[in-house]
């Protein structure tokens, strides 16, 4: 089949918005499988731990370098009440979890446990806050808790369950959800919520806080210019929820087996999330024309129907080649609004939605999504670089989405990396690229594809789906060309 023809320019020598690292966040609940046994194994546990984490997970996040991860939900947050989750774990008491599979949650992972985990990664903790359930004063104290030196009950507190120094918290969240599961409120009464609350989440100590505020629902910018009018000074950032489902929510589909109209339609939604954030966007401006204010869209991924034979309310799903490329879409809309998405968290971390790690007792993978976070860390805390792409369709069924996307950007040392992605599962693209600016003239680049579209790594063949070297391209002066083969990422780095 002759390649789809796709042109891109790129001016290396344009000055950037710079990429928030907190773009490539996470987001760790306590849902199904996510923590207990995929993060948190327990002391005496026979899987190789530190300190009741599991090694093999800690070692797989380092090695991309998480930079945030948000706890503990999710819907989940809602109904936490943090005083459970501190102490000797043995006197801690047990919750029913009734948003996620009505299962016994014994509290064992708590605060401090969270933030042993956070240091283990050495990412920033970003915790939200229980506004649908819980009280101002608990809100109160759980930050004193964290980040007071004080003599003070907290402060005290928290040094007889082991722990003298505060915590640096620097990301909080006022409640999640809050139009549904956190609450089901009106924009208008969140609002007022969330400014009684945050009027009490203090800056103790030397630790600033930055607060997010709960934002809307899909492409509900009633919520977005209610929240930005009403409270839109007291917050640092607004929380947006998007999750990519290639069907409806009764039939959401299987993640593997599915057909090329399941594949289509999953990459058109996924890319669906690029006019939500203009529009959410375009309401901030007119309250906030400065930018001061962040867009965080701190739960984002694929959500598809259980595997089967799984609890259901567990959201346990397989990873494939297709959620590869549902991230590197998202990575490279996000770049394109880097002057409001400051932060970005996927759901979930491990054995949740579009993962980065599945586990099976002591038997750990990484995803193909990992492999897309891991190829796309160059671009973390570089210069976004404005792209012009013509890009051919590819149409299926009557609706045609664009065959190539691509996102650059230029590093701190004057690198300039380029990533691609071809969307269509059976022809190859071609991309002539003008480039302009300080561009290294020659390139090395890195490949992540697979002969199947559900292409998917197991516990019996765990690097099934992984980044390969990539030398399908040429480079000249002022240009280059890349064949793209099917269904494939790429990242090229320009180096002289």
Avoid at 179 to 194: I, K, L, Q, V
Avoid at 332 to 351: P, Y
Avoid at 357 to 379: K, N, Q, S
Wanted: net charge negative; proline share 6%.
């Amino acid at each position: 089949m002759s390649p789809a023809k796709a042109v891109l320019a790129l001016d290396a020598g344009a000055p950037g918005t710079a990429i928030n690292p907190n773009v490539y966040g996470h987001f760790a609940e306590h849902l199904g499988r996510c923590i207990y046994e995929g993060l948190w194994v327990g002391e005496d546990s026979p899987i190789p731990n530190t300190r009741g984490i599991r090694n093999d997970a800690v070692a797989a996040l380092r090695k991309i370098r998480v930079p945030v991860l948000r706890w503990p939900g999710g819907c989940f947050a809602d109904e936490y009440h943090w005083r459970d989750g501190i102490g000797p774990r043995e006197d801690r008491p047990r919750m029913i979890n009734t948003h996620w599979g009505g299962v016994s949650e014994n509290n064992h992972f708590g605060t401090h446990e969270y933030m042993d985990l956070c240091a283990q990664l050495g990412c920033e903790p970003y915790i939200c806050g229980n506004v649908g359930s819980g009280t101002v004063r608990e809100m109160q104290e759980w930050v004193e808790y964290l980040t007071s030196d004080a003599d003070s009950p907290m402060a005290n507190l928290r040094r007889a369950n082991g722990r003298e120094a505060p915590w640096k918290l620097r990301f909080f969240g006022g409640g999640n959800e809050n139009w549904g599961c956190g609450g089901s409120m009106r924009p208008e009464y969140y609002a007022d919520n969330y400014l009684r609350y945050n009027t009490y989440v203090r800056n103790l100590s030397g630790n600033t806080v930055y607060r997010v505020a709960c934002g809307p629902r899909g492409a509900d910018t009633v919520w977005t210019e209610v929240l930005m009018q009403l409270a839109g000074t007291a917050m640092n950032a607004l929380s947006f929820h998007y999750y990519t489902v290639a069907g409806e929510w009764t039939d959401r589909g299987l993640a593997t087996g599915f057909d090329e109209a399941r594949w289509h339609l999953t990459l058109r939604r996924a890319l669906d999330i690029d006019g939500l954030i203009a529009a959410h966007s375009a309401v901030m401006d007119r309250y906030d024309p400065a930018g001061a204010v962040a867009l965080i869209v701190d739960e984002w991924g694929t959500w598809y129907d259980v595997e089967p034979g799984t609890n259901p309310g567990f959201l346990y799903q397989q990873n494939s080649l297709r959620d590869a490329l549902v991230a590197a879409l998202h990575f490279n809309i996000f770049h394109r609004h880097a002057r409001r998405v400051a932060m970005a968290n996927i759901a979930q971390t491990v054995n949740v939605l579009q993962a980065m790690i599945l586990t099976d007792g002591p038997r750990m993978l990484v995803t193909p999504t990992y492999h897309v976070f891991e190829m796309y860390a160059v671009h973390k805390g570089a210069s976004a670089l404005p792209v012009a792409l013509e890009s051919p369709d590819y149409a299926l069924g009557g609706s045609a989405i664009p065959a190539v996307s691509a996102t650059a950007s230029r590093d701190a040392a004057g690198t300039v990396h380029l990533s691609l992605v071809n969307t269509d599962p059976n022809r190859p693209a071609e991309v002539a690229c003008r480039l302009s600016g300080p561009v290294g003239s020659r390139a090395h680049g890195r490949i992540l594809t697979a002969q199947d579209m559900d292409a998917h790594n197991t516990f019996e063949r765990p690097a099934a789906v992984a980044p390969a070297e990539f030398t399908g391209f040429s480079t000249g002066e002022g240009a280059a060309k890349v064949s793209l083969p099917p269904k494939s990422v790429v990242t090229l780095a320009f180096v002289d």
